[in-house]
């Protein structure tokens, strides 16, 4: 990888999972840094790292074409609402945005967030939103886009601990044979940080995937970690996961999205793609490292988790 000294880079995303360690990589590299978030409490955080502080709306799309402008390079993602209405309509609002931003900064090269699954137009759930923004941005005339396809996060599996603490019990919509391509979010983040200094052209897409097992044995290996080694995986009906979603404060057409994406899970569809063209794991973090971090949160937390992590 080829890399430049004093380059200009603005990343989307605020202080997130993924954005934080990709500021902290280029900060290090001595990269002039500039930080989109909508929370004026985060500058001084944001400085704190060495970064600039850009605060305002992703859907502002006059904000975003100032923010943009001067960037070498920039991070996308689309942050997820959990209480929009209509998600998709949401999403694709944003992308549209960010198209609009892109064209008038005069950016010309983009690394953007995505997932694994996002070849799909459709049955998908949250994910086919994705589909549709890496399509907007790939209208961009004259701009180099990479789209990081990553996987299912091991961070979505913390959800899982009020049932586990609650019912002894791991669960949603899919049989426990169901494989899943997962990634830690740190794992994105070099990816990202590594394209962000280095060089790639055209419309292209990479996966990032550190590991890949069968639910149930994911179960029992997070199971291990936490003294339960027996921990099972139960498959639960579409009805009892729509109702879990909802009660946990999402809206129900983004809670009927993660029921279809279960059955994407289920039915493989997800990942047909990814071993479709068999990239290797770039992914650092095994499942077996990640269960340590489970753990450590197990034992530390002592109420129910909000929000949901990923897209994926």
Known sequence: MQKHLNMKFTITGSLGNISKPIVETLVKNGHEVTVISSNAQKVQVIEALGAKAAIGSITDTAFLTNAYKGADAIYTMVPPDFTAVNYRQHMTEVGNSLLEAIKGSGVKRVVNLS?????????????????????????????????????????????????????????????????????????????????????????????????????????????????????????????????????????????????????????????????????????????????NEFAAVYKGSSQILGGLVCYA
Not at 167 to 191: C, F, Q, W
Not at 194 to 214: M, N, R, W
Not at 272 to 289: A, M, N, V, Y
């Open 115 to 291: 997932s694994i699954g996002a070849h799909l137009s459709e049955g998908t759930g949250p994910v086919a939103a994705l589909h549709e923004v890496e399509q907007i941005l790939n209208t961009l005339n004259g701009v180099a886009i990479k789209h990081l396809r990553a996987g299912f996060f091991y961070t979505n599996f913390l959800m899982d601990i009020p049932l586990i603490k609650n019912m002894g019990i791991m669960g949603s919509n899919y049989e426990g044979k169901s494989r899943l391509s997962m990634t830690h979010p740190k794992d994105i983040a070099e990816v990202a940080a590594q394209e962000l200094q280095g060089s790639f052209e055209g419309k292209t897409h990479k996966y990032i995937v550190s590991d890949e097992q069968a639910i149930a044995d994911v179960a029992q290996t997070l199971g291990a970690a936490i003294g339960k080694p027996e921990l099972p995986w139960v498959p639960i009906s579409d009805a009892d996961l729509l109702g879990a979603l909802t009660g946990a404060g999402l809206s129900e057409s983004l809670s009927k999205l993660y029921v279809e994406m279960g059955h994407a899970i289920g039915s493989g569809i997800l990942f047909e793609d990814f071993h479709k063209h068999q990239p290797e794991f770039i992914g650092r973090t095994k499942l077996t490292d990640f269960a």
